[in-house]
Nanobody, 120 residues
Framework: QVHLVESGGGLVQPGGSLRLSCEASGSIFSINEMGWYRQAPGKERELVARITTPGDPDYADSVKGRFTISGGHTKNPVYLLMNSLKPEDTAVYYC??????????????WGQGTQVTVFS
């Protein structure tokens, strides 16, 4: 019922930047948390960054100082600005949204993922 669609992935050289976007659609009353997760080849899916309303954003130690999450309000995109990209950032990046439908039932939804490949 809630659809999250990521965009902005692609190929980038080490040290480069990308901005990922995630847009939510559906019968949403509010979004309480938006997060970015990634899954690298042969690895488990891990938290990259998340933002709550209200609250402060938090980041995985591996991306602190390089990545910035912003946006995420209901019906508005959430962004992940990735700077100083490293080969180890290569992964499929997933958007996750937690919130409430217009009928006040909760949801926890994932996007389909967008591939980020850091060329080396």
């Amino acid at each position: 019922q809630v659809h999250l669609v990521e965009s902005g992935g692609g190929l980038v050289q080490p040290g480069g930047s990308l901005r990922l976007s995630c847009e939510a659609s559906g019968s949403i009353f509010s979004i309480n948390e938006m997060g970015w997760y990634r899954q690298a080849p042969g690895k488990e899916r891990e938290l990259v960054a998340r933002i709550t309303t209200p609250g402060d954003p938090d980041y995985a130690d591996s991306v602190k100082g390089r990545f910035t999450i912003s946006g995420g309000h209901t019906k508005n995109p959430v962004y992940l600005l990735m700077n100083s990209l490293k080969p180890e950032d290569t992964a499929v990046y997933y958007c996750k949204g937690v919130g409430v439908y217009t009928d006040f039932k909760s949801f926890n939804s994932w996007g389909q993922g967008t591939q980020v490949t850091v060329f080396s």
